[in-house]
């Protein structure tokens, strides 16, 4: 499968993870792009540069094929700026692939420096974006490529809820560089439709999670398997009202506590500690699914299996092949 996506990060599908706060690691990133899928290492994992470094190291240990790294632009006490815009100069650096934006454009966030550094250094910059005009702002200041994501997706969608199939061909047909289409990729058919409305791949990150390599505790399969997509609510729309946001998670206690919060404008104080991450950390590992934010898109509705990337990629391009010829065949047949 070649499209303008496989070409700019030189792989051989046109799927890509997305950036998984503690799930996209070496180990997970290596299994996908051994694959000759994309895989994703999220700089949010690590509290130094020097820790992201050797995570790029042990992911080249692991894989000699490309990888994108995820950075996660937004306000964080955890990550503040500086660290930021050293994970981008260690990406630079060691000349990853590419880099993964999520939150606030480069040029405005981090600063005027970075997008001519990455060209520099020949690393390719992608922005997640959720509307027409995050995507043209991109193209204009530099931007390789755009990840365009409806609201199905889990983790951050944009508060304006456009979904996947309205927001890819308004983007396609707006800008010139190549386009990924997120928020509800999760198997060979959405890759097909994908294409279809004129994407060059697909970003993913739900149905990853659902896979062996991801190394989460057996009640969180067993959860993706039993969860449907009415199962993943919207929420904190007043918390991340000043960044457009909100976000998409699996309803559980934590989500109806927050809904709480939330409706009786609480205090943030109270709201904090509910969606911190260092609790998702731990519920991945202990399996306790009512105990943190599990950032989940609407895609687990049609996770079946937890198959092993090495699976779960060549499946989905088969797939992908017959639905379009499949598509084709039925349409011409009536
Ligand atoms: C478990 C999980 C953790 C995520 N963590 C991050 C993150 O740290 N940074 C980020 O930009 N997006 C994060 N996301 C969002 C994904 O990168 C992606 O935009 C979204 O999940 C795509 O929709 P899908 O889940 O339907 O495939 C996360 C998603 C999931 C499922």
Redesign the pocket.
């Known amino acids: 499968m070649k499209t303008r996506i496989t070409e700019l990060f030189g792989i051989r599908y046109p799927i890509q993870c997305?950036?998984?706060?503690?799930?996209?690691t070496p180990e997970l990133a290596a299994a996908i792009s051994n694959t000759g899928a994309m895989g994703?290492l999220?700089s949010?994992n690590y509290n130094s540069a020097d820790e992201l470094r050797a995570a790029i190291d042990r992911t080249r240990d692991l894989t000699p094929h490309p990888f994108i790294v995820?950075i996660?632009t937004m306000p964080s006490i955890r990550l503040p700026l500086a660290l930021l815009q050293n994970f981008f100069r260690v990406c630079c650096e060691k000349q990853v692939k590419a880099i993964?934006i999520?939150?606030a454009p480069v040029d405005t966030f981090l600063g005027a420096e970075f997008l001519p550094m990455a060209k520099q250094a020949g690393v390719k910059v992608l922005h997640?974006v959720g509307t027409v005009k995050h995507a043209l702002h991109a193209e204009k200041v530099g931007y390789d490529a755009v990840?365009v994501?409806g609201f199905?997706?889990?983790?951050?969608p944009h508060k304006d809820n456009v979904s996947t199939i309205i927001l890819v061909p308004k983007v396609v047909e707006a800008v010139n560089i190549p386009v990924l289409a997120?928020?509800?990729?999760?198997d060979g058919k959405s890759l097909a439709a994908a294409l279809a409305l004129g994407a060059d791949g697909i970003?993913?990150?739900?149905?990853f999670?659902a896979t062996k390599e991801s190394g989460v505790h057996s009640n969180i399969y067993q959860t993706l398997l039993e969860k449907n997509e009415t199962d993943t609510a919207l929420q904190l729309q007043k918390l991340l009202q000043g960044f457009g946001l909100q976000v998409r998670a699996l309803r559980n206690d934590i989500m109806r506590r927050i809904e709480a919060i939330e409706a009786v404008d609480g205090d943030l104080a109270e709201l904090l500690p509910l969606i911190s991450g260092e609790r998702?950390r731990k519920v991945w590992q202990n399996g306790n699914i009512e105990e943190a934010m599990?950032?989940?898109?609407?895609?687990v509705g049609r996770i079946q299996d937890i198959p092993s990337v090495a699976e779960l990629i060549p499946r989905m391009v088969r797939e992908a092949e017959a639905a379009l010829q499949k598509a084709l065949a039925r349409t011409k047949a009536n």
């Not at 997120?182 to 999760?186: C, E, I, K, R, Y």
């Open positions: 997305g950036g998984m706060l503690w799930l996209a994703n999220t949010g995820n996660t993964e999520a939150g997640k990840t994501a199905e997706e889990g983790g951050f997120a928020g509800g990729m999760a970003m993913m990150a739900t149905r999670l998702a599990l950032t989940i898109g609407q895609s």
